[in-house]
């Protein structure tokens, strides 16, 4: 059994930075596409950014490109959400998704994550 735990949320101001973890277990995260979503309040989940297994191609949300970065600790099993110059507009709950087939690509398409941690609210103040 796969499971996801998100951690490292909080309430901060505008221009601050925060690192967000999630922790897995059950599986060797390496093997496997990672991803970052968030949904605020009244909006659908929208992708963030995303690592592919293995080699670990990288993808961001343009909104994102250039403040967050993406990263993996294979010896802790752990992903990370680096999160700086934070806005207003971050503020959401943060979600990571751990995708079904071994040696997956990073993707934005939330539908071909199979496993989701329970989520860690970033709130931005302005």
């Known amino acids: 059994q796969v499971q996801l735990v998100e951690s490292g949320g909080g309430l901060v101001q505008a221009g601050d930075s925060l690192r967000l973890s999630c922790a897995a277990s059950g599986r060797t995260l390496r093997d496997y596409g990672m991803g970052w979503f968030r949904q605020a309040p009244g909006k659908e989940r929208e992708f963030v950014a995303s690592i592919g297994g293995n080699v670990g191609r990288i993808s961001y949300a343009d909104s994102v490109k250039g403040r967050f970065t993406i990263s993996r600790d294979d010896a802790l099993n752990t992903l990370y959400l680096q999160m700086n110059s934070l806005k207003a507009e971050d503020t959401a709950v943060y979600f990571c998704?751990?995708?079904?087939?071994?040696?997956?690509?990073?993707?934005?398409?939330?539908?071909?994550?199979?496993?989701w941690g329970q989520g860690t609210q970033v709130t931005v103040s302005s």
């Open positions: 998704g751990a995708r079904g087939a071994m040696h997956s690509g990073p993707t934005r398409d939330g539908t071909e994550y199979k496993f």
